[in-house]
């Protein structure tokens, strides 16, 4: 496996981005955090616009200045590094496509519209309708959720009985609105490949740290 000594890793509690400190930490990779809640923090956009001009997290820094966006892409990478660490099937394992569409899924049918909550003049929505909006949005991921749990056939994980960045990314994701509660509601199959993540050994530490509320 590579060793990137000098990772720097731009993220926030309670954000995507601990879906990658949770694959950094499985992996063993040192990184540098740079906190910052950029939906919320004008200095935290302003901070992380010298990485990365559309001002988000997670942003990854490689240690010869390269920069990595798009949390899904982020872990696919880091999963790749290692493949005696198996978070994810390898090129010629036939889950790779399956594994491949539902990172990509998620990424864009799910997180992306968290994009939208912040400021929903955004998407061309007045302030005034900013509850029915977000409301709309959730009801949105639910879908997005129930359609992901009725393609699905989990057996310990999402996608077998190992482990892979797609569990962590779940269980990261399915964290924000409309929260856990309306996920294990509409994603049953899912549901205890997920609690199994939130019970990882390796990860008890990063989980309290980085959703301190929970």
């Not at 496996?1 to 890793?9: G, I, P, R, S, V």
């Not at 007045?126 to 992901?148: G, K, L, Y």
Request: net charge negative.
């Amino acid at each position: 496996m590579q060793t990137h000594a000098h990772l720097t890793l731009y993220g926030a509690q309670a954000s995507g981005s601990v879906a990658v400190e949770a694959a950094l930490t499985l992996l063993g990779l040192p990184y540098h955090l740079i906190e910052g809640a950029t939906w919320a923090e004008e200095a935290a956009r302003d901070r992380v616009a010298t990485s990365n001009p559309m001002r988000q997290i997670p942003t990854l820094v490689m240690p010869d200045g390269e920069v990595m966006t798009e949390s899904a892409a982020i872990l696919i990478y880091l999963a790749d590094l290692d493949p005696a660490a198996t978070l994810a099937p390898a090129p010629s394992d036939p889950r790779r496509r399956q594994f491949l569409r539902w990172m990509l899924y998620v990424s864009s049918a799910i997180y992306s519209l968290h994009w939208i909550k912040p400021d929903v003049k955004r998407i061309g929505a007045p302030e005034s309708c900013r509850d029915a909006v977000v409301e709309a949005v959730h009801e949105r991921i639910a879908f997005c959720w129930a359609n992901m749990d009725s393609q699905l056939a989990p057996g310990d994980y999402l996608l077998g009985d190992e482990l892979t960045v797609l569990d962590l990314y779940v269980a990261v994701v399915s964290r924000f609105g409309p929260w856990r509660e309306r996920f294990h509601e509409v994603a049953p199959k899912m549901t205890p490949a997920v609690r199994r993540v939130d019970a990882e050994p390796r990860l008890a530490a990063l989980w309290r740290d980085r959703f301190p509320e929970e």
